[in-house]
């Protein structure tokens, strides 16, 4: 029996007594190295009798050496290159552990745990700091699976946390060492003091980046989509995803553009996509997306275009497709929306096997210093909320950075999780090439203008290895120096724009959107209702559920009635039928906020889902909806990525309420309003955000309609408020029907959802189009003097007042469509009435917020009357009382005949 030591606290005996049994009973049950070290402690209680004694203790000892090794061994590791690191306690010094300087040159058997076999403590501490103290500190033991602990233990310690590198290995990591130096110094002389964002000090990101795509090539990936912020861009379009120097070159000397309405964006913010060629032939796709100066911004967008790529391209095959995220270790610990990525990313939804993020670590922001910046020991903490592996790597030694790279690739694609790699290097320069960075580190920055840059420490090494012949880097540098002088040459020649934008259909700039037929004829419809309003026999729902299904067949069969709910799920269901994916996600979107949409039904009995409009027919499209996280900013960025990488799907995302969106805004400012005009990069993203003042208070009541028509220009999205559910049906439609792609911003209703009133006819679901206006149906025009123009659920309380007052004189004109502006259509319906004296705007928002600025400036040439509550800091009251009070006085003095 083994002893009991009453001192370990990691390993403590009962732990080691329960293996020691397991193992007598069946060996084969315990992990290899636990079997070699038991083997080791029996045939050393054969032939040591002291064995049971004191050595046995101090094999525990150095048990929990080990242990330590693993766990704390990245708090000591010699990864900083311009600076010693922070002091930690305890230490692993061997006294720590019950250990001293005359056990050096003992045996232990505990060497069987780190693949040495029985070895003297010395040995042992070779191996654990080698592994885990010098370039490489990893943080994996906090990972609840034993399994993924067990790999990487292994394929570290077994290899020393050393790559195996050929020669040919080691040039290639050599020159592209060479061009990501000697491309940074050939910018800085040419182009003093033109922004750039050098990669300098961290110039083995890529070598690093090459050997990721080499390796993961050879494991099965096909593509790699990859977000970044601006450090580093340039030499990465330039250096890995080959974008012609030139091309980089006509950038810098910033000729006109000629791309029409495309104004463009500055070139460490634009992106590119190649089809690159590895060593061994295999083809893989590399994209890098373009990102704002929102350093974080784009990274739910790589994921979403990822996860399109898997979903459409690769058949859910994770292991085709792989997104990759480059951090600046001042944003992944200081940006939110990197929380939200990593909390979304083993979501069904959102989960796209794993991400390789890259930080290239500074230690520093701007002008901030990372003591100042972040709470945490690491900048990469928040990989710990997903059990996700970090490797913490001196950027100097470029070996080390390509051995990490392989194990990450690796790992990611058996796990199928994200890995963490903190490439701790520094800048050279401040964070821009015109600042000086000596005014707030200036001890750091004397070592740095004293520090050798990676190239020449790695040249070095191999020269003292005589692995490379001298002056081989010499000449690497001389041969890419006088190409890039002779690019630079003909470019300043040509003295033309080269236009690198990969086009892709918007309407950005074009007039007006031509609507497409986008009825459905009564037989497919009917198929269509058969399908997605039926529950299966067998399910056993809530009655709720069932009372709600049978009434959608009533209304359905006959012909009248069809509510908004309905409505979208026609919509829905013949889209997949006509094979065009639909996805919709969102804050309680399979419900429905509202609970207006039940499009997931469940059994009391086991809560087994059914979704109909997954059972549309056998060869439809998907239909893919999802309840997100309580995130708006990460959830709204990943569908915009998705709705680029797959044009030619549905894609929405939801609001639980409309001003949520506000969580989100970056989002749509730098990405849905203006990825066309800056970056030419076509979008086809729907958001759904419920709005309309119902005296819910000023959070649930505003989606802030004013703000998007802020963001409205060059035909950029449409933004609709509907009134009908045959509307809305056709809207939906046309959105994938149309010839470009555009977002679209729908403003959705919620007691519209249930209003009597607010009800459609089955068979305005068969023909025409979305209508951007409706005109007045029920009037006599030639009694008309007043249009009262206005959008939305106000529709229904105006025409309800009018009803009451019995007022003949007014029409009612609802806008559908207020962006692009409807202008012509408007003066057609206009001049149906010919008494017409007035024409009004009225609005339930305030006077600053909705349309009213927006439909003034439209208008400007009519004497136009607004009716609007009063400008208000607030969207809404949040007094249900006053609200009553502020929504009759706006319909009084719509029917005032004294107005």
């Not at 790279?405 to 015109?434: C, P, S, W």
């Not at 960025?637 to 639980?656: D, K």
Request: aromatic residues 10%.
């Amino acid at each position: 029996m083994i002893q009991a030591i009453d001192y370990l606290d990691h390993i403590h005996s009962g732990y080691l007594e329960s293996l020691y049994e397991q193992f007598k009973k069946n060996p084969s049950t315990l992990d290899e190295s636990w079997q070699r070290f038991f083997e080791g402690f029996e045939l050393g209680q054969k032939t040591d009798v002291s064995t049971d004694g004191e050595q046995l203790a101090k094999e525990f000892k150095v048990i929990e050496l080990i242990n330590a090794y693993r766990t704390r061994g990245h708090l000591f590791t010699r990864t900083n290159p311009v600076r010693q690191r922070r002091k930690y306690r305890p230490t692993l010094d061997i006294e720590n552990f019950g250990l001293s300087k005359q056990d050096l040159k003992t045996v232990f058997h505990a060497g069987e745990l780190i693949g040495i076999g029985a070895a003297t403590l010395e040995e042992i501490l070779q191996h654990l700091n080698h592994t885990y103290c010098r370039s490489v500190g990893a943080e994996f033991m906090f990972i609840r699976v034993p399994e993924r602990v067990q790999w990487l233990r292994e394929r570290m310690e077994s290899t020393r946390n050393e790559p195996d590198l050929s020669i040919e290995d080691k040039k290639q990591i050599l020159q592209k060492l060479n061009e990501a130096l000697v491309f940074e110094t050939f910018l800085h002389k040419r182009y003093l003091g033109q922004k750039r964002f050098s990669l300098q000090g961290s110039e083995t990101l890529i070598p690093g980046l090459d050997f990721l795509i080499e390796y993961g090539a050879e494991l099965g990936v096909e593509e790699f989509v990859i977000g970044m912020a601006h450090r580093g861009r340039l030499n990465v379009l330039a250096n890995i995803l080959e974008k012609t120097y030139e091309e980089i070159f006509a950038e810098f000397e910033d000729f006109p553009l000629d791309e029409g309405s495309f104004s463009g964006d500055v070139k460490y913010h634009l992106g590119y996509t190649s089809l690159l060629k590895t060593k061994r032939g295999k083809q893989v796709k590399v994209s890098l997306s373009p990102n704002p100066s929102h350093l974080e911004a784009v990274d739910p967008v790589i994921e979403g275009m990822a996860r399109a790529g898997i979903d459409e391209q690769y058949n859910g095959n994770v292991n085709k497709i792989v997104p990759i995220l480059i951090h600046g270790d001042a944003a992944i610990a200081g940006q939110g929306v990197v929380y939200e990525v990593i909390q979304m990313s083993l979501l069904e939804g959102y989960a796209t096997g794993g991400t390789i993020h890259l930080v290239i670590n500074n230690q520093l922001g701007f002008t901030t210093s990372y003591l100042e910046g972040r709470s945490s020991t690491y900048c990469t903490d928040v990989a710990k909320v997903t059990l996700s592996p970090v490797f913490h790597v001196n950027a100097d030694d470029a070996e080390a950075v390509v051995h990490v790279i392989r194990l990450a690739m690796e790992y990611r694609q058996k796990f199928h999780t994200d890995v963490f790699i903190d490439l701790l290097g520094y800048r050279r320069y401040g964070h821009n090439e015109g600042d000086e960075p000596r005014f707030t580190q200036p001890k750091l920055y004397q070592a740095i203008a004293n520090h050798p840059d990676p190239r020449t420490i790695y040249y070095q090494k191999l020269l003292k290895s005589s692995e490379v012949e001298r002056g081989l880097a010499e000449k690497m540098e001389r041969e890419f120096q006088a190409q890039l002088q002779e690019k630079l040459n003909w470019v300043r020649d040509k003295k033309a724009p080269i236009s690198t934008i990969q086009k892709q259909k918007s309407n950005s700039g074009q007039s007006r959107f031509s609507l497409p037929n986008t009825g459905v004829p009564l037989d497919e419809l009917k198929t269509t209702a058969e399908r997605i309003f039926r529950i299966p026999k067998q399910l056993n729902p809530l009655p709720k559920i069932l009372k709600i299904y049978d009434e959608r067949q009533r209304r359905f069969a006959e012909g009248m009635n069809i509510d908004w709910g309905m409505a979208e799920a026609l919509a829905f269901g013949t889209l997949v039928h006509e094979k065009i994916p639909v996805r919709l996600s969102g804050q309680d979107s399979v419900r429905g906020t509202f609970a207006h949409r039940h499009a997931a039904i469940l059994s009391q009995d086991d809560e087994e889902q059914y979704i109909p409009l997954q059972h549309v027919s056998e060869d439809q499209a998907p239909f893919y909806i999802y309840n997100s996280p309580l995130s708006e900013y990460a959830v709204m960025g990943f569908e915009f990525g998705y709705s680029c990488a797959r044009p030619n799907a549905l894609t929405i995302w939801e609001a639980q309420y409309g001003d949520f969106a506000n969580g989100a805004q970056i989002v749509i400012d730098e990405f849905i309003a203006s990825s066309a005009e800056k970056w030419n990069k076509a979008n086809g993203l729907v958001l759904f955000l419920p709005h309309g003042y119902e005296g819910h208070g000023p959070d649930h009541s505003s989606a802030r309609i004013e703000r998007f028509l802020l963001l409205a220009a060059k035909h950029n999205m449409r933004i609709v408020n509907c009134t009908t559910p045959a509307n809305f049906f056709h809207l939906l439609r046309s959105q994938v029907k149309l010839d470009v792609r555009s977002p679209l911003i729908v403003f959705t209703p919620k007691s519209l959802l249930r209003h009597p009133q607010c009800v459609s006819s089955l068979k305005e679901f068969t023909t025409g189009t979305f209508k951007t206006i409706i005109d007045d149906a029920v009037v006599d025009r030639k009694k008309v003097t007043r249009a009262v123009l206005c959008s939305g659920k106000f529709y229904y309380d105006i025409n309800q007042r009018r009803q009451e007052v019995e007022d003949q004189s007014a029409a009612v004109i609802r806008l559908e469509q207020i962006y692009p502006f409807p202008k012509e259509e408007l003066e057609r319906i206009l001049k149906r009435y010919s008494n017409l004296k007035e024409v009004w705007w009225a609005q339930e928002e305030p006077e600053n917020a909705g349309a009213l600025w927006f439909i003034e400036r439209e208008l400007s040439t009519m004497q136009l009357k607004t009716v609007s509550r009063p400008a208000s800091a607030a969207p809404a009251t949040g007094s249900h009382l006053k609200h009553v009070q502020e929504q009759n006085a706006l319909l009084e003095k719509i029917f005032n005949k004294e107005e």
